[in-house]
């Protein structure tokens, strides 16, 4: 079995900075991409950002130029860096990734439970 296991989520002012982080678990053979989407009341599950295994990174416009993925592959760990949080960034963060099981001929995406990011303006 794998497990994704986020933390770092908190609350902040507009303008601070917090770091997420995901960390993969279990019988895990091997990890493709890694990204985080995040999730705000009302509102659908929506891509904040993407990285490869080959460390290719794709975001969302809106986070352009304040969010930073990147990851650990020896740890299967995925961290996002996010700068100059606005308001709008509050929502419960989620990692997903895609994995491959050990004895398993499938790759599948597993996701965490989500940490919530909190912004006060």
Request: include cysteine; charged fraction near 20%; glycine fraction near 10%.
């Amino acid at each position: 079995q794998v497990q994704l296991v986020e933390s770092g989520g908190g609350e902040v002012q507009a303008g601070g900075s917090l770091r997420l982080s995901c960390a993969a678990s279990g019988s895990i053979y091997s990890v493709n991409d890694m990204g985080w989407y995040r999730q705000a009341p009302g509102k659908q599950r929506e891509l904040v950002a993407i990285i490869t295994n080959g460390g290719s990174t794709n975001y969302a416009d809106s986070v352009k130029g304040r969010f930073s993925i990147s990851r650990d592959n020896a740890q299967n760990t995925v961290y996002l860096q996010m700068n100059n949080l606005e308001p709008e960034d509050a929502a419960v963060y989620y990692c997903k990734s895609v994995i491959r099981e050990s004895r398993a001929p499938l790759w599948k995406d597993y996701w965490g439970k989500g940490t919530l990011v909190t912004v006060s303006s």
